[in-house]
Nanobody
Framework: QVQLVESGGGLVEPGGALRLSCAAS????????MRWYRQAPGKKREWVAT???????NYADSVKGRFTISRDNAKNTVYLQMNSLKPEDTAVYYC?????????WGQGTQVTVSS
C-alpha cells in the first residue's frame, strides 16, 4: 500500500504561482510513475503531468511551459510548480502513484485562481 498526501493549494491571482507537494509513504519502492491530475467543478478529472521513476517528464498541452513536475527521492515527495496561473487552472489537484496494476490517490488540494 501507498499513502499520498497533497499540500500547497490555495487562492492566487491570475499570473501568480503556487507549488504543490505530494508526500508519499508506504510501499513507495513499487511506484513506477507519479502523476498529477486535476478536476474542475462539473468536469471530468484530467491528467496534468507525469514523472517516471527514471525522471522523465510529460505534460498536458494546457500546462506545458507553465507547470513543472519534479521529485525529491530523499524526501519521498513529488512537486508541481505552477507558474503563470490562469482562472481555468482552478480545480482540485490530485497526486497519483502507479505501480503497474494499481493506482493510488491522495485526497486532493484545492487551487483557486481568481482576482
Amino acid at each position: 500500500q501507498v499513502q499520498l498526501v497533497e499540500s500547497g493549494g490555495g487562492l492566487v491571482e491570475p499570473g501568480g504561482a503556487l507549488r504543490l507537494s505530494c508526500a508519499a509513504s508506504g510501499s513507495i519502492f513499487s511506484i513506477l510513475d507519479m502523476r498529477w491530475y486535476r478536476q474542475a467543478p462539473g468536469k471530468k478529472r484530467e491528467w496534468v503531468a507525469t514523472i517516471t521513476r527514471g525522471g522523465s517528464t510529460n505534460y498536458a498541452d494546457s500546462v506545458k511551459g507553465r507547470f513543472t513536475i519534479s521529485r525529491d527521492n530523499a524526501k519521498n515527495t513529488v512537486y508541481l510548480q505552477m507558474n503563470s496561473l490562469k482562472p481555468e487552472d482552478t480545480a482540485v489537484y490530485y497526486c497519483n502513484g502507479w505501480d503497474g496494476p494499481k493506482n493510488y490517490w491522495g485526497q486532493g488540494t484545492q487551487v483557486t485562481v481568481s482576482s
